[in-house]
């Protein structure tokens, strides 16, 4: 979702994938006068979609990849989401959350900082345990967290 970026950069770095850009019609026609696939050289491969992920996601995904989408939300919209993903994807697709995973204990970290301020907006961050949950009830098992270089993790999980 969002302006294409993130797509954008995956796209250009990984020649043989298409991708669908997908996010509510506002966003996706400021995507649409942005730079970014045209800048990449990857229009012919990026379809741009409008759509409400409450409702449905497109179908015959290999993955379904979320940057910053479920911390917006509570479990019961997230579990939504996730289900529409499982819903949509083939047979051996992936569900790919890129969010902060809250480790536990109470060391200070940069996602228990963002959690109180998602709660004004009545979203959270959430750990693993708590991620495997919301995933287990859209019917996904979530295999692995991956860190990144910055706060941020790669949630995968895959089609039970």
Aim: hydrophobic share 40%; net charge positive; with cysteine.
């Amino acid at each position: 979702g969002g302006h294409g970026s993130l797509l954008a950069t995956i796209l250009k770095a990984n020649p043989r994938l298409q991708g669908v850009l997908f996010d509510r019609s506002p966003v996706i026609a400021r995507a649409e006068s942005d730079r970014h696939m045209t800048a990449k050289g990857i229009t012919e491969r990026c379809r741009l979609e409008s759509g409400d992920f409450f409702e449905a996601v497109p179908k015959g995904g290999d993955a379904y990849l979320m940057k910053y989408i479920l911390h917006d939300w509570n479990d019961e919209a997230c579990v939504k989401i996730l289900t529409n993903c499982r819903a949509a994807m083939n047979e051996k697709g992936k569900v790919l959350v890129v969010d902060n995973v809250i480790a536990p204990g109470n060391d200070p970290s940069w996602g228990k900082l963002l959690d109180i301020q998602m709660l004004i907006i009545g979203g959270r961050e959430r750990t693993k345990q708590e991620f495997a949950a919301l995933f287990a009830a859209a019917r996904l098992k979530l295999t692995r967290v991956i860190p990144t270089k910055c706060s941020l993790s790669i949630v995968e999980g895959i089609p039970v």
